[in-house]
């Protein structure tokens, strides 16, 4: 701001006239205006980073709501609670840009102890509001850059936010129970010393539900026991290789396998079921070292299904079934077909209902 003073240099001039009529007196004042040196006042407003602020502050609920967990050997993208993302900025104090970093903490099952990998859980974020969030950054125990840093996005600038995505992969076969874990974010920014971080203890969680996972290997389907003459006996390993019932990697408890069969149909004649048996064995050249007659219903529950080693069977592993037909005398001609049923309980379980 600039000052003027105004100095004022008096300078009487009397005079006097001394007229016919009358006197006459004057007083002239003139003056100078004098500009002086301006002063300025120096501030400086430091750089501050405040506190961080998490919109809607709720748990990063990777389980669908309503539903009793998810399938392992799937992938979510994004998160499927209600919020899909959550909003990071910092306080309305704040007057800096600044870096956003991540980490997080395995998920920790409650009932097992069992973890799913902090590796498994990835994010992206839109730094600024920008249209596109980058590729997803897997997390670890150490701090990931998703804005600023060595992320590849910009800082995230003043008065704006961040809105990260969370993704998780549930590994195949994880174990049936409920999965909490941490996550911290972090904020600075290079240009000032402050910094500011935010702690969510069991801020991650995801319900892993019971899963059983069975097909048949295809290149056994149907089985085929050719053509046969009445009062034949025939088993499928002559036409071709006995089926292979799998229990998938997905699952995660350990299953009991059992079997059951429509009768054989052509138009309206019938072959029973009855006539159909099954065996138990782990390669052809033991076979057969065991055999069920089939039924149009399920057999009653054993603690070991249908045989000793179609018990306890634990995912990701093939259950070899072979089958052998007899054809009743004066059967009449025709191309049979039926439907054969493989059920999978979890050990101990009931098949029946």
Request: charged share 10%; proline share 6%; hydrophobic share 35%.
């Amino acid at each position: 701001m600039n000052y003027k003073v105004l100095f004022v240099v008096l300078l009487l001039i009397i005079g006097f006239s001394f007229l016919w009529q009358y006197p006459e007196f004057r007083l002239i004042i003139t003056g100078k205006i004098f500009e002086t040196t301006p002063t300025t006042a120096n501030v400086t407003i430091s750089g501050f980073i405040g506190d961080i602020v998490v919109t809607p502050p709720l748990l990063i609920n990777f389980t669908v709501i309503g539903t009793s967990g998810l399938q392992p050997a799937t992938s979510l993208n994004p998160k499927n609670n209600t919020f899909q993302y959550i909003t990071v900025k910092l306080n309305a104090t704040s007057n800096s840009p600044f870096d956003l970093y991540i980490n997080a903490s395995a998920m920790t099952g409650a009932s097992t102890g069992f973890t799913i990998p902090v590796a498994n859980i990835s994010v992206n974020s839109t730094c600024n509001g920008s249209t596109g969030p980058p590729s997803p950054i897997r997390l670890s125990n150490s701090l990931k850059a998703v804005c600023g840093g060595d992320s590849g996005v910009q800082s995230v600038t003043i008065y704006t936010s961040a809105d990260i995505y969370f993704y998780l992969d549930i590994p195949a076969g994880q174990n049936n129970d409920t999965y909490t874990g941490n996550i911290w974010l972090f904020a600075n920014y290079s240009g000032i010393s402050s910094n500011s971080t935010w702690y969510g203890s069991g801020n991650t969680t995801a319900t892993v539900r019971k899963y059983i996972e069975i097909q048949w290997n295809s290149s056994s389907s149907p089985i085929s026991f050719g053509t046969l003459a009445p009062g034949s006996k025939s088993n499928a390993t002559d036409q071709t290789f006995p089926a292979d019932i799998i229990s998938g990697a997905a699952t995660n408890v350990f299953i009991d396998w059992y079997l059951n069969s429509t009768n054989l149909i052509s138009g309206v004649n019938t072959i029973g079921t009855g006539n159909l048996t099954y065996a138990n064995a782990t390669e052809k050249k033991y076979w057969p070292n065991g055999t069920k007659t089939l039924s149009t219903t399920l057999p009653p529950s054993s603690t070991n299904g249908d045989f000793p080693n179609w018990g306890n069977v634990g995912n990701a592993s093939n259950t070899w079934v072979w089958f052998n037909i007899s054809i009743p005398a004066g059967q009449q001609a025709g191309v049979y077909v039926g439907n054969l049923t493989s059920k999978a309980v979890e050990i101990g379980e009931d098949p029946t209902p």
